[in-house]
């Protein structure tokens, strides 16, 4: 069996954390000075620890933009966060929100997305709310260009309402779209793993990697724990792991769980350089075992 790999997330940085309210509290503190970030990032990098799970966010594309070394890190990009454009545009207004997510854009992703709009005119004239989604996502994918990302993932909280609303045609969308003009592998997030698994093959989606709650526990493996287990143990497709443990870094046994489901990968929130160091020790001590 293969050790499943790490991917760091960037949602710490941003103040934000899965496990606990006092743990985002700790992040927004921490995180709070751009140095302090840019040296953690370096910490990582150091370690060898240059796989990066990063929602869309200005400030943090901009550190990571800065920092001497950035091609070596390997940047998954999680676009159309819904909680993030609504506190954006709650704090600068839907004029504001558009203004400042276009001046970063730069003239040539201007361009790029302009050239989009007009193959698509119909859709935008008809503020398709689908399409319209997924130029936003275009207009944030383009921000990570300098990283030459791979894969694109779609944030949890969009591919969570279209699946509850059965939306075949939007993930089909978001599929082929990037796939097809952008080269880049279209990777699905959802915190209904299980459910998402069952639809991508109903509808027959072209969907390789799909990330969601893993862990021994159970905690978040909707509908349930065993289903979860049986549809990730039959797919074809690359699982990643979210959610692993409820505290960081996680133990040994939330490790080896990950393992015999075969998961590629698992996205982890570290607090600091010295947890990274753990959790590689952990896995290294694994290979040895």
């Not at 999680?78 to 970063?104: E, H, K, W």
């Not at 361009?111 to 130029?135: C, E, F, M, N, Q």
């Not at 075969?262 to 590689?280: C, D, P, V, W, Y």
Request: glycine share 6%.
């Amino acid at each position: 069996m293969k050790i499943p790999s790490v991917i760091i997330s960037t949602e710490p940085i941003d103040g934000v954390s899965s496990i606990s309210d006092s743990l985002s509290r700790y992040f927004a503190t921490t995180f709070r000075d751009d140095n302090r970030v840019k040296i953690f990032l370096s910490q990582l990098h150091g370690l060898g620890l240059e796989s990066i799970a990063c929602s869309y966010n200005a400030r943090i594309i901009d550190i990571l933009k800065s920092m001497k070394g950035t091609k070596d890190f390997q940047v998954y990009p999680i676009v159309l966060n819904p909680a993030r454009s609504s506190r954006d545009i709650q704090n600068y207004g839907m004029v504001g929100f558009a203004r400042r997510r276009l001046s970063s854009a730069g003239i040539p992703n201007l361009l790029s997305l302009a050239l989009t709009s007009l193959r698509h005119l119909p859709g935008v004239l008809k503020l398709d709310y689908g399409l319209l989604s997924i130029l936003l996502a275009e207009l944030e994918l383009l921000e990570f260009k300098k990283f030459n990302p791979k894969v694109v993932f779609l944030h949890p909280s969009m591919s969570d309402m279209a699946l509850a609303n059965h939306n075949e045609g939007f993930f089909r969308l978001f599929t082929t779209f990037f796939h097809g003009k952008h080269g880049v592998e279209p990777g699905i997030m959802s915190n209904n793993i299980g459910f998402l698994l069952e639809k991508l093959d109903e509808w027959d989606i072209n969907v390789k990697y799909v990330a969601g709650p893993i862990n021994r526990r159970g905690y978040h493996m909707k509908p349930d724990q065993q289903k979860c287990e049986e549809l990730i143990k039959k797919t074809n497709r690359v699982i990643i792991a979210t959610e692993v443990s409820p505290v960081t870094p996680p133990a040994e046994e939330d490790i080896e769980y990950l393992e015999k489901l075969e998961a590629s990968s698992f996205i982890i929130e570290l607090t600091s350089a010295l947890n990274g160091f753990r959790i590689l020790d952990l896995i290294g001590g694994q290979k040895r075992g």
